[in-house]
């Protein structure tokens, strides 16, 4: 089968917002976290989990974890496989937090409003994975 051909019939399996969660986790999965966790210095290494910063090993060790996450992202997304959800919504529901955790408690952070306009889009994102999830399939 032609490339184009297999690649075009497996996106129309999907809406476009989901595809485009499937791409960031394509991109997340094959370039930048193998850039993350084997080329960028431990001295600069940073990640966030629920709106907590990580440096050093511990963020290492976070960048394995995002690594699986968005692994089993890219798997279950491009299958449509059932045994995503719960886990697709509530790591949505995870980043919405985080990014209003983020805003309102590091001195990096936005201000109250925009901290909190900033998760609604995760929000929004969960709604609707958790409402599409009778596009996945059991096997």
Same mark, same amino acid.
């Given at each position: 089968?032609?490339?184009?051909?297999?690649?075009?019939?497996?996106?129309?399996?999907?809406?476009?917002?989901?595809?485009?969660?499937?791409l960031?986790?394509?991109?997340?999965?094959?370039?930048?976290?193998?850039?993350?966790?084997?080329?960028?210095?431990?001295?600069?290494?940073?990640?966030?989990?629920?709106?907590?910063? %990580?440096? !050093?090993? @511990?963020?290492? =060790?976070?960048?394995?974890? $995002?690594? #699986?996450?968005?692994?089993?992202?890219?798997?279950?997304?491009?299958?449509?496989?059932?045994?995503?959800?719960?886990?697709?919504?509530?790591?949505?529901?995870?980043?919405?937090?985080?990014?209003?955790?983020?805003?309102?408690?590091?001195?990096r952070?936005?201000?109250?409003?925009?901290?909190?306009?900033?998760?609604?889009? %995760?929000? !929004?994102? @969960?709604?609707? =994975?958790?409402?599409?999830? $009778?596009? #996945?399939?059991?096997?």
């Amino acid at each position: 089968m032609n490339t184009v051909i297999w690649l075009r019939k497996g996106l129309a399996r999907r809406p476009l917002w989901m595809n485009a969660i499937l791409l960031f986790c394509v991109y997340m999965t094959f370039i930048y976290l193998p850039w993350d966790i084997f080329i960028k210095p431990l001295k600069v290494d940073q990640e966030v989990w629920f709106g907590v910063l %990580f440096t !050093g090993w @511990a963020a290492k =060790a976070g960048a394995l974890l $995002h690594w #699986f996450v968005y692994g089993a992202g890219t798997l279950g997304l491009w299958r449509m496989r059932s045994w995503l959800q719960p886990w697709m919504s509530l790591y949505l529901l995870q980043i919405a937090f985080g990014m209003a955790y983020w805003g309102l408690t590091d001195p990096r952070g936005s201000n109250e409003p925009t901290a909190l306009l900033i998760a609604i889009p %995760f929000i !929004g994102l @969960a709604y609707a =994975a958790w409402r599409s999830r $009778h596009r #996945f399939s059991a096997l």
